[in-house]
Nanobody, 123 residues
Framework: QVQLVESGGRLVQAGGSLRLSCAAS????????LGWFRQAPGKEREFVAA????????YQTDSVAGRFSISRDNAKNTVYLQMNSLKPEDTAVYYC????????????????WGQGTQVTVSS
């Protein structure tokens, strides 16, 4: 069992940066692949980035490649999403998720989800 709690979301101007954190409980955190997803109002939840259990492999969706990066600190049971050059279209609730399959964008492959943190990018 893993519980996930996101933080770091806030209002930011376009072009700015944010770092989201997702703190996990549970002794098996380092065994899980992790992902970040987002959901904008009226839209489906979509994949943003993922990282393997060791942190050695990372994946991003094309719309954030070169702007967002995912990392993890297994000693702190935390996964991060560094977001740079933010755009208004990045506005969404951001969720972290844990599962057994590394790098997948398939929501169904993730077993545990956080409650989300709101990111709002103003133009």
């Amino acid at each position: 069992q893993v519980q996930l709690v996101e933080s770091g979301g806030r209002l930011v101007q376009a072009g700015g940066s944010l770092r989201l954190s997702c703190a996990a409980s549970g002794r098996t955190f380092s065994s899980y692949a992790l992902g970040w997803f987002r959901q904008a109002p009226g839209k489906e939840r979509e994949f943003v980035a993922a990282i393997s259990w060791s942190g050695g492999r990372t994946y991003q969706t094309d719309s954030v490649a070169g702007r967002f990066s995912i990392s993890r600190d297994n000693a702190k049971n935390t996964v991060y999403l560094q977001m740079n050059s933010l755009k208004p279209e990045d506005t969404a609730v951001y969720y972290c998720a844990a599962g057994w399959v590394a790098g997948t964008s398939n929501l169904a492959a993730y077993d545990y989800w956080g409650q989300g943190t709101q990111v709002t990018v103003s133009s």
